[in-house]
């Protein structure tokens, strides 16, 4: 490395899952949407010697060489140096979040995409200005080209540790920082939204354990596969019919589709009494949908609104006991 490199910095939007939860992980399609009000940010800084890792919002300071082998954060480190073909020394990152942790908004991809392009910038080019939300990275031609598709490569390696069977809507809808619509083993698909529309996210206050929600649907469908399977078609034909409203602009019937998906997701035992009261105390507000967002058992519901009654559902939503509202803007 040479002695003139600055200090580079990336960073990574949330994400709120639209349709088809755990669906997804048996073939379904889903959507799913950045939400660019909350983010992940990666600083990279020249300094001697072994890596070093600061990461405040968790209370972690540590180095490199002593982290755990499946430490997230070493592993996205060390796996996007070795795509890069780099040595993992010599400098620091800091690392700041304003995603919440195990609420369904993608906190752990956001990360691990934020380090991979600070990294990929601080390899990449010696005096290179800081990047922003929505900037590329635009490599020298003697370091690795790492594309959106790479750095969603790399980030979905972690997100096995995170969740042992992840979908992989995480790492690809915050990668690419815009709607897709989401099937595994398939081509990643862009689509267009017609007509823009407003996404409350209510937190409902309870940690959304990604993993043991994931295996006990595994297990349920083990047991019932049949029954799982019609509900997982169901789950995936909503996914479908969602994106058309969205692409034509249909809002009523987008608002629908997400009651019905909720109405699954409980059937398949992923929603809670926390979720509920939320889903309640929406929709009496007028909310036009409202659906739980990623595993379930807690984490975030989503609501859709209109600007006309934005301000009544975000009340009805804190009344009702939620930790916090984020409103975003789908488009």
Same mark, same amino acid.
């Given at each position: 490395?040479?002695?003139?490199?600055?200090?580079?910095?990336?960073?990574?939007?949330?994400?709120i899952i639209l349709f088809g939860e755990h669906a997804v992980v048996y073939g379904r399609p889903a959507i799913a949407v950045p939400v660019f009000q909350v983010h992940a940010q990666a600083?990279?800084?020249?300094?001697?010697?072994?890596?070093?890792?600061?990461?405040?919002?968790?209370?972690?300071?540590?180095?490199?060489?002593?982290?755990?082998?499946?430490?997230?954060?070493?592993?996205?480190?060390?796996?996007?140096?070795?795509?890069?073909?780099?040595?993992?020394?010599?400098?620091?990152?800091?690392?700041?979040?304003?995603?919440?942790?195990?609420?369904?908004?993608?906190?752990?991809?956001?990360?691990?995409?934020?380090?991979?392009?600070?990294?990929?910038?601080?390899?990449?080019?010696?005096?290179?200005?800081?990047?922003?939300?929505?900037?590329?990275?635009?490599?020298?031609?003697?370091?690795?080209?790492?594309?959106?598709?790479?750095?969603?490569?790399?980030?979905?390696?972690?997100?096995?540790?995170?969740?042992?069977?992840?979908?992989?809507?995480?790492?690809?809808?915050?990668?690419?920082?815009?709607?897709?619509?989401?099937?595994?083993?398939?081509?990643?698909?862009?689509?267009?939204?017609?007509?823009?529309?407003?996404?409350?996210?209510?937190?409902?206050?309870?940690?959304?354990?990604?993993?043991?929600?994931?295996?006990?649907?595994?297990?349920?469908?083990?047991?019932?596969?049949?029954?799982?399977?019609?509900?997982?078609?169901? =789950?995936?034909? $909503?996914?479908?019919?969602? *994106? @058309?409203?969205? %692409? #034509?602009?249909?809002?009523? !019937?987008?608002?629908?589709?997400?009651?019905?998906?909720?109405?699954?997701?409980?059937?398949?035992?992923?929603?809670?009494?926390?979720?509920?009261?939320?889903?309640?105390?929406?929709?009496?507000?007028?909310?036009?949908?409202?659906?739980?967002?990623?595993?379930?058992?807690?984490?975030?519901? =989503?609501?859709? $609104?209109?600007?006309?009654? *934005? @301000?009544?559902? %975000? #009340?009805?939503?804190?009344? !009702?006991?939620?930790?916090?509202?984020?409103?975003?803007?789908?488009?």
């Amino acid at each position: 490395m040479t002695d003139d490199r600055h200090e580079t910095r990336a960073a990574a939007p949330g994400k709120i899952i639209l349709f088809g939860e755990h669906a997804v992980v048996y073939g379904r399609p889903a959507i799913a949407v950045p939400v660019f009000q909350v983010h992940a940010q990666a600083t990279v800084e020249p300094r001697a010697g072994e890596v070093t890792i600061d990461a405040a919002d968790i209370a972690r300071r540590f180095d490199l060489a002593n982290a755990p082998a499946d430490d997230p954060v070493a592993t996205i480190i060390t796996r996007t140096c070795a795509r890069l073909g780099v040595t993992p020394r010599d400098f620091a990152i800091q690392i700041r979040s304003t995603i919440p942790v195990a609420r369904g908004l993608g906190s752990g991809a956001a990360v691990s995409v934020a380090i991979a392009r600070a990294l990929t910038n601080f390899f990449a080019t010696e005096g290179t200005e800081k990047k922003e939300l929505r900037n590329s990275v635009s490599p020298a031609p003697s370091v690795a080209r790492l594309s959106n598709e790479d750095i969603s490569e790399l980030a979905y390696q972690v997100e096995l540790l995170h969740h042992g069977t992840p979908s992989g809507i995480d790492n690809t809808v915050i990668a690419y920082e815009q709607p897709v619509y989401f099937a595994r083993g398939q081509p990643i698909e862009s689509f267009r939204v017609a007509r823009p529309f407003l996404i409350a996210i209510a937190d409902t206050g309870v940690a959304a354990l990604t993993k043991i929600a994931v295996g006990d649907v595994r297990r349920a469908w083990e047991a019932d596969r049949v029954r799982y399977e019609a509900l997982f078609d169901q =789950i995936g034909a $909503i996914a479908q019919n969602a *994106r @058309a409203a969205i %692409e #034509r602009g249909d809002i009523d !019937a987008l608002g629908l589709l997400m009651n019905g998906n909720q109405d699954l997701a409980r059937e398949i035992g992923v929603s809670s009494p926390e979720i509920e009261t939320l889903v309640n105390a929406a929709r009496h507000a007028g909310a036009r949908g409202v659906k739980l967002s990623g595993a379930g058992r807690g984490g975030n519901v =989503i609501t859709l $609104i209109d600007e006309g009654n *934005r @301000a009544e559902v %975000e #009340r009805a939503l804190l009344a !009702a006991g939620a930790a916090r509202v984020i409103v975003t803007r789908v488009e």
